[in-house]
């Protein structure tokens, strides 16, 4: 089998933006190449002690609030998620699977860096299997609204998978710019 993904995208829904007090709760990823054509996916829940959702989920309590479907999703997906250290496991094996092995692999998404705290918290393992560089869409939109005041209307799920193919929708608006 060809290896041919370039970009792993990810997105990261979490209890909260404190990645030392915080968890992830779900995580999905997108294999892509170059065109960002869907080579793969992964999705999955991690497991969260419930207290700790409860007790994270008072702290950001206007975001939840204000996000209520979402929030029962997630609460109710952590009934049956798996743990942290299976995700991480088998995100490695999507990883081996999908990318080159001699290569550090390129993470891309919306605001990546915050997930990549997590990353670095949480799932020491696949950090290793990170290129330094990522690809955030974030920077872009900051260049596109600021300097051009273009704007993309970027559908907010709060669910990881919908969450990343809106970051690569993004990216390819404003990469129609350039042309």
């Known amino acids: 089998m060809s290896k041919t993904a370039k970009i792993l995208w990810m997105d990261l829904e979490m209890t909260g933006l404190d990645p030392i007090k915080d968890r992830i709760l779900e995580v999905a990823v997108i294999a892509t190449d170059w065109d960002f054509k869907e080579i793969a996916t992964y999705e999955a829940a991690v497991q969260v002690g419930p207290r700790l959702v409860e007790r994270r989920m008072k702290v950001g309590k206007d975001f939840w609030d204000a996000n209520p479907e979402v929030r029962d999703q997630l609460i109710e997906q952590n009934k049956t998620a798996r743990s942290g250290r299976t995700v991480e496991n088998e995100l490695l094996a999507f990883i081996d699977k999908h990318f080159d092995g001699e290569k550090p692999v390129l993470l891309a998404?919306?605001?990546?860096?915050?997930?990549?705290?997590?990353?670095?918290?949480?799932?020491?393992?696949?950090?290793?299997?990170?290129?330094?560089?990522?690809?955030?869409?974030?920077?872009?939109?900051?260049?596109?609204?600021?300097?051009?005041?273009?704007?993309?209307?970027?559908?907010?799920?709060?669910?990881?998978?919908?969450?990343?193919?809106?970051?690569?929708?993004?990216?390819?608006?404003?990469?129609?710019?350039?042309?």
């Open 109 to 179: 998404g919306n605001s990546i860096h915050q997930d990549r705290r997590f990353i670095v918290n949480e799932w020491t393992r696949l950090d290793h299997r990170l290129h330094y560089r990522m690809l955030d869409v974030t920077a872009w939109k900051v260049v596109f609204e600021g300097k051009f005041k273009k704007k993309f209307a970027k559908p907010e799920e709060h669910r990881a998978l919908g969450d990343i193919r809106g970051s690569i929708q993004e990216l390819q608006y404003y990469l129609t710019k350039l042309k």
